[in-house]
């Protein structure tokens, strides 16, 4: 019987099974993608996202939060499967179906020497340049997910530093849904959701007169019923 389904597999096709990773930050207000330079071939020299093989003792799921803190020094990001791509020409190297992942980070805590070394350069949301293989149709994937979840679920949270003012949250999701927002019906709507919590604390960096800043709770069961 084992050697009936060594025979079996053997009959069959092997291909590699990838991960790649898009990776979402803030920026002094401005959202961001984190792109790398490809160094290898093939389409050396053309921007790319970040991935890797999986390897054979490891899941899917950890293949790709290795890729990530190779990529940025950080453990236990936010993740987000896309979908899987596997078009029979998507790689001229070899056969290879890839697993997409989004990702956000807190900007501050990322190890930026690490992206040096990886050649990886963050570009404005708006301002995505062209990217090898499938990694646009990754990446449009990515955004209409994550434009979804923003309106139904407090993710827009590991993005923004953990205490903000209701203008920087609003900057990021008119950033992120690429429409304009009225002030007050906005600031109505954020705070009709537990989790955003009111500190006493206020920045006067944005504002002559100080913005009231903000923190995110999980402790609400409400949270599951976010909306904006």
Request: hydrophobic share 40%; glycine share 6%; net charge neutral.
């Amino acid at each position: 019987m084992v050697q009936d389904n060594c025979n079996y597999y053997k009959q069959h096709d092997r291909i590699y099974l990838s991960v790649d990773c898009i990776v979402f930050g803030l920026c002094e207000g401005s959202l961001k993608l984190l792109l790398i330079k490809r160094d290898f071939a093939p389409h050396k020299g053309e921007w790319s996202l970040m991935g890797g093989f999986v390897n054979k003792d490891e899941s899917v799921d950890d293949a790709a939060r290795r890729v990530l803190k190779d990529l940025t020094g950080l453990d236990g990001v936010y993740m987000h499967q896309i979908g899987t791509f596997g078009e029979v020409d998507r790689d001229p190297g070899e056969r290879v179906v890839s697993v997409a992942y989004s990702a956000l980070l807190n900007f501050p805590d990322i190890d930026h020497e690490i992206l040096m070394a990886h050649n990886a350069h963050w570009v404005d949301f708006n301002q995505i340049p062209h990217l090898c293989l499938d990694h646009d149709a990754m990446i449009r994937k990515a955004i209409r997910k994550i434009q979804m979840k923003f309106r139904t679920e407090p993710i827009a949270f590991q993005l923004l530093p953990p205490r903000f003012t209701l203008t920087q949250m609003q900057s990021l999701y008119e950033s992120l849904l690429g429409i304009k927002i009225d002030k007050r019906n906005f600031r109505r709507r954020a705070l009709e959701n537990k989790c955003i919590v009111s500190t006493d604390m206020v920045d006067k960096e944005s504002s002559r007169r100080g913005a009231r800043l903000y923190e995110y709770s999980d402790s609400f069961n409400d949270v599951t019923n976010f909306k904006i």
